[in-house]
């Protein structure tokens, strides 16, 4: 086996994921010392590795936090102190005091309702401020959920022996490097777009599948912009290489040789 049947095999990736004898182990690490090639590829593993952990990573705002444990010591416990009004005893003697102590009272009480009234409106406001951030909380965890199920299914197809990885190498000098994971069982074809440049805004990239040297649209794609580690593409059921080119939007019936970015063969 040659390097690059080496490198496509997917042991590469097993290594890295924990999931190699501690036998295919150590020949993984020999390998990585004796050749160049081995050491770039399982720096390039690393880097996308990462890349999903920091992409699939959330942190809750710390606004969120401090609201809520906020709510949590206000509870039950209003900052409004009860206001002793004192009385004094009614003198039939005096009756113009008697009125003048209950129009007091009265103002009193007003006054006292309106804030209660208006601290009441502002814990509603918390209230509900507090449940939209429960909803974006509850959201934030949908999407982190879903990337990592995305995740787990893309490592899922790199460590498979179901899938042939192909490597696609730049023809220029650009150093442009992608990856098709594609298994002959089920036809399915999965592409890591790798290093790919980011395309003008009027041009898309194109895979192509070539057999006895005719190609075969695979389909068109974008560069992520994170997320997933693999994007599918249409299944194809026989190939003896691979291709990449840089087509107009929506893509073309036949390849543009003089924009072929990458080429892998089986």
Not at 143 to 165: G, H, M, P
Request: proline share 4%; net charge negative; glycine share 6%.
């Amino acid at each position: 086996m040659n390097l690059q049947e080496y490198i496509a095999s997917g042991v590469l990736e097993a290594y890295l994921l924990g999931q190699l004898s501690q036998e295919e182990s150590t020949r993984v690490e020999t390998m990585r010392v004796n050749h160049t090639e081995i050491q770039q590829e399982m720096l390039r593993i690393e880097e996308s590795l990462e890349l999903i952990a920091q992409k699939t990573a959330v942190t809750p705002r710390e606004s969120v936090r401090k609201n809520i444990i906020g709510n949590i010591k206000a509870s039950g416990h209003g900052d409004v102190n009860d206001e002793v009004i004192p009385m004094n005893k009614p003198n039939n003697r005096r009756l113009t005091y008697l009125v003048a102590a209950s129009l007091a009272l009265a103002l009193v009480s007003s006054a006292v309702s309106i804030k209660l009234w208006n601290q009441l409106k502002e814990t509603e406001q918390q209230l509900n401020n507090l449940l939209a951030q429960n909803q974006q909380l509850a959201e934030n965890f949908d999407q982190a959920n879903y990337k990592l199920e995305q995740t787990n299914k893309d490592l899922s197809i790199i460590v498979s022996e179901k899938y042939q990885k192909v490597v696609m190498k730049s023809t220029g000098s650009d150093g442009a490097l992608a990856s098709v994971y594609w298994s002959q069982e089920n036809t399915n074809v999965y592409l890591s777009s790798g290093s790919l440049p980011q395309p003008p805004t009027d041009k898309q990239y194109q895979l192509w599948a070539l057999i006895d040297g005719k190609p075969v649209d695979a389909g068109v794609f974008d560069l992520p912009d994170g997320g997933n580690l693999l994007l599918e593409m249409k299944s194809i059921a026989a190939a003896d290489a691979f291709a990449i080119t840089l087509e107009p939007k929506g893509g073309s019936i036949n390849p543009t040789l003089e924009e072929l970015k990458v080429l892998g063969n089986v």
